[in-house]
Nanobody
Framework: QVQLVESGGGLVQIGDSLNVSCVVT????????MGWFRQAPGKEREFVAA????????EYADHLKGRFTISRDNAKRTAALQMNNLNSEDTAMYYC?????????????????WGQGTLVVVSS
């Protein structure tokens, strides 16, 4: 069973940057594509970014391109999401997810393994 643990969330100001991370504590990390999704209060979960198991393919939600960057470090078993120029609409619970040999899918149902989430609150 693959286990994922997110960290790095917190309270930030509008315009700030934040980096959230996801450590995969079991399984062979390099075999898994990693995705980031978020869910704001009262809204459905939405795709944020994904990176393929090889790291060669990265996908982003169109409205987040240019502000968010996904990366992975296989040696550290970690996927990270760098978020810049944050605004109030970025306030959400951020979840990482893993898909075995995935190709950076945007659909949440492609990912069988999920973390518990890390909360990001952007305040004015």
């Amino acid at each position: 069973q693959v286990q994922l643990v997110e960290s790095g969330g917190g309270l930030v100001q509008i315009g700030d940057s934040l980096n959230v991370s996801c450590v995969v504590t079991s399984g062979l990390f390099s075999d898994y594509a990693m995705g980031w999704f978020r869910q704001a209060p009262g809204k459905e979960r939405e795709f944020v970014a994904a990176i393929s198991w090889s790291g060669r393919i990265k996908e982003y939600a169109d409205h987040l391109k240019g502000r968010f960057t996904i990366s992975r470090d296989n040696a550290k078993r970690t996927a990270a999401l760098q978020m810049n120029n944050l605004n109030s609409e970025d306030t959400a619970m951020y979840y990482c997810a893993a898909e075995y040999y995935g190709v950076a899918n945007k659909e949440s149902d492609k990912y069988p393994f999920w973390g518990q989430g890390t909360l990001v609150v952007v305040s004015s």
